[in-house]
């Protein structure tokens, strides 16, 4: 189990830094992956070649090889965006929690309420503030720099799935740009 966890891992950090090649390299593009214990899937939204893609993912495993595992922490990683919601939830909750046990009341009155809001809206405020580098941090147990001898196997244009519809558009991207969707095969070659 603990080899079927560290080559999801690898995957996950080459799949950041081959977004962070990517990035490098064209300025106007949405990506989403996820990692698998053989690779990982990488949907692109914008013009990006299919040959940029496979460039991008054996530069990325190459620098990561030769010593740059920062490239495997992507700041914009759902690790990071599930930590600023878990703080920020957190956060608000805390300070009517605060409220109800400070007045002894079970529920709080509308004034009550209104009266701990601007408090409330501060705490979920520094916790917006604290949570990328607290995400970057967490990120950084979900995900290693450290590939071993991960070789790519192949670059593989496939059918974008029916998830890629959706973070088309969480990502902000035109129904009619242009999205291509790849798989990456990697196979670990030693420990």
């Known amino acids: ?4 966890i560290t080559q999801i891992r690898r995957n996950h950090g080459l799949e950041h830094a ?4 990517l990035s490098r390299k064209f300025k106007t593009f949405g990506a989403q992956g996820n990692a698998t214990f053989n690779g990982f899937h990488l949907n692109l939204f914008g013009d990006v070649p299919a040959e940029a893609v496979e460039e991008a993912a054996n530069e990325a495993l190459t620098r990561m090889k030769d010593g740059e595992e920062q490239l495997a922490l992507h700041p914009n990683c759902g690790t990071v965006l599930l930590t600023t919601a878990a703080l920020a939830t957190l956060a608000g909750q805390a300070m009517f929690a605060f409220e109800r046990r400070r007045t002894g009341k079970n529920q709080l009155s509308t004034v009550d309420f209104l009266s701990v809001l601007p408090s409330a809206i501060l705490a979920v405020v520094v916790a917006l503030i604290a949570s990328k580098p ?3 941090f967490f990120q950084s147990y ?3 720099g450290r590939p071993g001898g991960m070789e790519i196997i192949s670059v593989k244009k496939i059918s974008p799935p029916m998830i890629s519809h959706l973070f088309k558009l969480l990502l902000g991207q035109q129904q009619n740009q242009h999205s291509n969707s790849y798989f990456i095969e990697t196979k670990q070659i030693d420990g």
């Not at 189990?1 to 079927?4: I, L, V």
């Not at 081959?18 to 090649?21: K, L, Q, R």
């Open 142 to 144: 979900t995900t290693t």
């Open 1 to 4: 189990m603990t080899d079927f």
């Open 18 to 21: 081959t977004i962070h090649m």
């Open 134 to 136: 607290a995400g970057m």
